[in-house]
């Protein structure tokens, strides 16, 4: 989880044109998600819910510009995902 370092609000992973942003739901402020902020918002996710196998083919290996590209698409899909679950997971 990544906090707001104004208000100390949850950061929350929003899409706009194309990239993804870490918005507070508090305060609005928002930072572009970097994939390795990604990569650690899911692995923590990953603990979270366990046994979920989401992380095992993205591996860094000197990442060509189209691969970053269809990295971090494959980012933000995991985390549309990761959010329908948690949703649908509600009482
Ligand atoms: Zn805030």
Redesign the pocket.
């Known amino acids: 989880m990544k906090?707001?370092?104004?208000?100390?609000?949850l950061?929350v992973p929003v899409k706009r044109e194309g990239k993804t942003y870490l918005k507070?739901?508090?305060?609005?402020?928002e930072e572009e998600l970097k994939s390795n902020d990604a990569k650690s918002y899911i692995d923590k996710k990953k603990v979270e819910k366990k046994g979920a196998v989401i992380v095992e083919s993205y591996e860094e290996k000197g990442p060509s510009e189209e691969e970053k590209e269809l990295k971090e698409d494959y980012v933000k899909q995991l985390l549309d995902n990761l959010y329908e679950e948690e949703k649908e997971q509600e009482d």
């Open positions: 906090f707001c370092p104004r208000c100390g609000g950061m507070c739901q508090r305060c609005g402020y």
